[in-house]
């Protein structure tokens, strides 16, 4: 193994083992890292899609397996996201630029001006990469008041009825398909919290449950999208893989061993640092 592969398998190990210790983290850590290493933007977001597919599947086996996951909201979230992601892959597989290079969402209507200049459409990833994270690390550092506002508020004028709290979790599905597509980002902290303001009567576990098995098919769908578009290193998914699945092991041991007053922090702070880099 050269000191390239050892690179990212180390970083799959670090990464897999925060993941295993917070349950968040994955995709918002690793497309940066590969960003660091100097790998494509667009392969590090396709790539990444596949490998938090892949790691997501044996958390849904456990969370299955511990009936902590609600199928009905996995369901409404999944009718939402899956053809979200297949209509965002359409799209760009249809783009006259370098098709494989996704974009922030809020610079779609960009696009329409570039024409062959790939180095401003990588910029256009690494704005939009920026601002998931920057509001992934906001989702976590204030996850527990959002959590308390959703509680305090569950029973009163705003309760919402079925119909309309099925509507809402298909738009959010919606919402978390065409950003995950384009950044390999936004499914794990960003959903999870939704949930909470949707769901607030629904147990942790369960709730934690329900966005990993929402995960799954939303990544791999958005993932194999991304390799039939050429988005893909397979060689380095091997790598990652080969570090994040003892980190996750190990992690998971760990967890409750840190304070998550410590460790939601530090790992907000770090997302910020990252996003505010890619921005600026």
Known sequence: MDVGSFGFTLAGLIVGFIVGMTGVGG???????????GINPATAVGTDLLYAAITKASGVWVHGRNKNIDWKITGWLSLGSVPAAALTLWFLSTLHTDTSVPAAALTLWFLSTLH???SALNAIIKQGLAVVLILTALAILFKS???AFASKHAGDHYHLGDRALNILTVI????????????????????????????????????????????????LVAGLGHAGMGNMDWSLLGYLLLGSLP??????????????????????????????????
């Open 172 to 219: 959010t599905g919606v919402v978390l398909g065409v950003m995950v597509t384009l950044t390999s980002i936004g499914a794990g902290a960003l959903g999870t919290v939704a949930l909470f303001l949707l769901y607030p009567f629904l147990v942790t576990r369960r709730l934690v449950g329900t966005e990993i098995a929402h995960a799954v098919p939303l990544t």
């Open 247 to 280: 980190g996750i092991y190990l992690g998971s041991h760990l967890t409750g061993r840190i304070s998550d007053r410590v460790l939601r922090p530090c790992l907000a702070t770090m997302l910020l640092l990252i996003g505010y880099k890619l921005a600026f």
């Open 145 to 147: 008041r959002l959590q």
């Open 27 to 37: 995709g918002s850590l690793m497309t940066p890292i590969l960003l660091w290493f």
């Open 116 to 118: 062959t200049d790939t």
